[in-house]
């Protein structure tokens, strides 16, 4: 399937071919993930900071990402408050791992949901130091206008909470989101995608982009699921391009309903 040539994914004047990103948890093995990374031709990978072995001395992660196919995006999982992710952000930024920082502040109350308010201060800290910041929240318009205002580069509501595969909880929510920001930061759909419909889903309504972990890594067929994905995400975004019709309470035929041979005048 083809797409424009010129239809790339910008993310703070960085372009990128695909507009599925995928994170590195819950596979089996390293190489299962290393192939699921393949076969999604995603090129933007989530690492989980607090996961990996920065110095690399031992069995990393990291050993299992090539670094000149994709580009790393570290994240701030397991971080519960603002402080904690502005010190693991700049952890992974002294290590050498990026200046990019997928943000997710989620308290420990088993919802998976994001701090809103640890979140805009952790945000707004990072931005400060000249991070480039996506951060994760809740579809909410009004956190996704301050975290916009504060200089994040994307936008990542949910689709519904991580790991649920629940797919999109409120499109009406999310299509607010993606007007709101229209034009300005790339949305990213990020948690809670299910099916390869949802991934679709997302970008038909406008989404610029998914991210995908648990769907993919916790499937049946993890790699046959991380190429379902991909042309999932393709046949959005084309289809979303391409510009769909107006829903319609009338039914209206198909084919035409005048000149017909036979037909009395
Ligand atoms: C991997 C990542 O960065 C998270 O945002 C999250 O794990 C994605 O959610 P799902 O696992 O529901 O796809």
């Known amino acids: 399937m083809n797409l424009p040539a010129d239809d790339q994914l910008t993310i703070a004047g960085r372009t990128f071919r695909s507009r599925l990103m995928v994170g590195t948890g819950k596979y089996d093995t390293f190489e299962q993930m290393r192939a699921a990374l393949d076969v999604s031709e995603a090129e933007i990978v989530t690492v989980a900071v607090r996961r990996v072995n920065l110095d690399q001395t031992e069995e990393s992660l990291l050993n299992y990402i090539d670094r000149t196919r994709y580009f790393i995006l570290p994240n701030t999982a397991g971080c519960q408050t603002a402080a904690e992710a502005v010190r693991t952000a700049r952890l992974a930024r002294a290590a050498g791992l990026s200046n990019w920082v997928k943000l997710e502040v989620i ?4 919802t998976l949901l994001p701090d809103p308010i640890e979140t805009l201060e952790a945000a ?6 000249g991070f480039i910041v996506l951060p994760y929240t809740t579809d909410d318009h009004l956190v996704a206008k301050r975290l916009l205002d504060i200089g994040c580069a994307t936008i990542m509501p ?35 995608i299910g099916a390869p ?5 997302a970008m038909e ?9 648990t769907a993919i890594a916790r499937a049946k067929q993890p790699i046959d699921m991380a190429h379902a994905m991909k042309l999932a995400v393709l ?9 769909r019709i107006e829903k319609s309470d009338n039914a209206q035929p198909s084919s035409p309903t005048t000149g017909l041979i036979g037909q009395r005048i």
């Open 107 to 110: 308290p420990s109350d088993g």
């Open 124 to 129: 707004k800290t990072l931005v400060e130091e």
């Open 158 to 192: 949910y689709g519904s909470p991580i790991g649920t595969g629940r797919g999109l909880l409120s499109q009406d929510r999310l299509r607010r989101i993606i007007d709101l920001v229209a034009g300005r930061v790339p949305v990213v759909v990020d948690a809670g």
């Open 197 to 201: 419909s949802d991934a679709a889903l």
């Open 205 to 213: 309504l406008g989404a610029d982009a998914v991210l995908i972990n």
């Open 235 to 243: 046949a959005g975004r084309a289809g979303y391009l391409a510009g």
